[in-house]
């Protein structure tokens, strides 16, 4: 299952609800930033060990988390999902 959600502070609202086996996030959400958003996930003993993908329009250090860079190829994203979370299905959540 994949949730979308429009800004960070709405994904921050799902996070409280529920716990994804992944999440791939755009550095430059409105309401709360993906880098801000990074931060809250990090500190959440529930969220902290969910594996990230970032998003971006250029290369930064975001501590070890992968980022693609705009626009990015479907086959690339699939790739880089099913190496960090390989047991995802269609049965789990992504967001």
């Known amino acids: 299952m994949v949730t979308a959600v429009a800004t960070g502070l709405e994904a921050a609202q799902v996070l409280m609800q529920t716990v994804p086996r992944l999440i791939v996030l755009d550095l430059d959400l409105k309401w709360l930033s993906g880098r801000q958003l990074i931060g809250v996930i990090r ?45 995802c299905g269609q049965r789990h959540s992504y967001l």
């Not at 959440?44 to 329009?57: K, Q, Y």
């Not at 250029?58 to 790739?79: H, K, T």
């Open 43 to 87: 500190h959440n003993p529930h969220t902290a060990v969910i594996p990230l993908v970032a998003l971006g329009g250029s290369q930064e250090d975001l501590g070890g988390i992968p980022i693609l860079l705009r626009p990015v190829a479907a086959e690339q994203l699939l790739a880089l999902v099913h190496r960090l979370a390989p047991s």
